[in-house]
């Protein structure tokens, strides 16, 4: 891993992440989770102020321990018992049905094997559980969903894998989810990163 992944990535990432529009979008949805509560892709731990006193348990998982390290703070001050592992969601070591809710914020995006995931995030949630999920994605606008195609390669490099194009609702659906809620539109920022698709989703019972 190079020094610009190890170092400097993270802290971009928990400064990109934790700007008020985000923090407003992680509070309204992130204070739906109840239960024993899977967060993938748990990051700098920005979400875990906002969970509310019917959590049980959060079990964050992430492949990157240097982000993870920056969680370290934000967990100890919370009361709600967290447990890190530093693991992909292509593989998560949970049995089926685990989970009453899983939490994904701005992370679909960085999964290399999002169908893989999709697959392990629906195995490991108990039926009739909640999917939360804040991700960034395709534009509907064709003119920014060209650019999005065009700078994609190069926005992986230094984004850390970060798609631009895709679209958490359809993935969703696809891995057999069903769709409660969805929202979706610009926050604040350059256009081609800036268009959220937000909503829960949940496993059919
Ligand atoms: C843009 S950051 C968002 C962090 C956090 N979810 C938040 O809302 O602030 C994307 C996160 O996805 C994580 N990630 C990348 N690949 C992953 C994978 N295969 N499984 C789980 N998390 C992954 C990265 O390490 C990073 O922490």
Request: charged residues 25%; glycine residues 10%.
């Amino acid at each position: 891993m190079g020094l610009y992944a190890k170092y400097l990535l993270p802290k971009l990432i928990d400064k990109a992440c934790g700007q008020k529009p985000m923090m407003k979008l992680r509070a309204e949805f992130v204070s739906q989770a109840q239960g024993d509560v899977l967060e993938i892709g748990i990051g700098s731990g920005l979400n875990l102020e906002y969970y509310p006193a019917t959590t049980n348990s959060i079990t964050g998982l992430d492949p990157a321990v240097e982000i993870t390290e920056l969680a370290q703070q934000r967990i100890e001050d919370i009361d709600i018992p967290v447990e890190l592992l530093n693991l992909s969601s292509e593989e998560i070591p949970a049995d089926d049905g685990r989970f009453d809710t899983i939490v994904c914020t701005w992370t679909m995006c960085s999964i290399p094997n999002i169908y893989q995931a999709v697959r392990e995030m629906y195995r490991v949630l108990k039926p009739g559980g909640k999917f939360i999920f804040i991700e960034h994605g395709l534009s509907p606008d064709n003119n920014i969903a060209k650019w999005q195609a065009r700078i994609e390669p190069a926005w992986k490099v230094i984004g850390g894998g970060c798609h631009l194009s895709r679209k958490a609702d359809e993935l969703l659906l696809d891995g057999g989810f069903r769709m409660d809620s969805l929202d979706s539109g610009y926050l604040p920022g350059p256009k081609f990163a800036a268009f959220m698709y937000r909503g829960v989703a949940s496993k059919p019972s």
